[in-house]
């Protein structure tokens, strides 16, 4: 089992619309988790941070942590086509001192 | 520096040959980590520093590969005898501290081409 699962994708959507993007860990024991945007040929960059559960917003971004069920959220409102982008969901574990990423899911985001 | 710098940001080399990837973490992040990325892949972590303390190698995929971390701050990769599979863009981040809330900050990758 994976440490961190996202399906791949790709999600599209249209101009406007709310993208949820999804996300599961498999450590009881995490306690920190991050959401990255990657665009096509550069590096990650950080978005969203959240370690309690409940919902944290910053601008169009949510992140949603729910940890009795081990799921961690980001939605995404009034997407714009800027938006499309692989987004990456990342974990840290208690008392580790590296992240574990999802693979990433596409978003796509269609004028 | 503003960023994390790394360089080079493409090397094409030779089945065999050594390489060397070289990390410039940001000012005063005592956190230096590397990463890579298959094409279409997720993020696959190879090692490690935190300021004086052992790294964490854990993540290395054989002992082709290693890594330093001079002074607390510059760090380099070096995988010798490299292969085709490690081809991958290779990825290096820094943060505030250890155990931090505060995410990584990455560079903009060494794009690693074995032919």
């Known amino acids: 089992q994976k440490e961190v699962e996202q399906n791949s994708g790709p999600l599209s959507v249209p101009e406007g619309a709310i993208a949820s993007l999804n996300c599961t860990y498999s450590d009881r024991g995490s306690q920190s988790f991050f959401w990255y945007r990657q665009y096509s040929g550069k590096s990650p960059e950080l978005i969203m941070s959240i370690y309690s559960n409940g919902d944290k917003e910053d601008g169009r971004f949510t992140a949603q942590l729910n940890k009795a069920s081990q799921y961690v959220s980001l939605l995404i409102r009034d997407s714009q086509p800027s938006d499309s982008a692989t987004y990456l969901c990342?974990?840290?574990?208690?008392?580790?001192?590296?992240?574990?990423f999802g693979s990433g899911t596409k978003l796509n985001v269609k004028p | 520096g503003a960023g994390v710098s790394q360089s080079p940001s493409n090397k094409v080399t030779e089945k065999g040959k050594d390489v060397e990837l070289r990390c410039d973490p940001i000012s005063g992040h005592t956190a230096l980590y590397w990463y890579r990325q298959s094409l279409g892949q997720g993020l696959e972590f190879l090692i490690y520093?935190?300021?004086?303390?052992?790294?964490?190698k854990s993540g290395l995929p054989s002992d082709r590969f290693s890594a330093e971390r001079t002074g607390g701050s510059v760090s380099t990769l070096t995988i010798q005898r490299t292969q085709q599979e490690d081809s991958a863009v290779y990825l290096c981040?820094?943060?505030?501290?250890?155990?931090?809330?505060?995410?990584?900050?990455f560079g903009s990758g060494t794009r690693l081409t074995v032919v």
């Open positions: 520093f935190q300021g004086n303390s052992a790294p964490d």
């Open positions: 981040a820094s943060s505030l501290r250890v155990q931090n809330n505060y995410g990584y900050t």
């Open positions: 990342a974990v840290r574990r208690y008392n580790f001192n590296k992240f574990y």
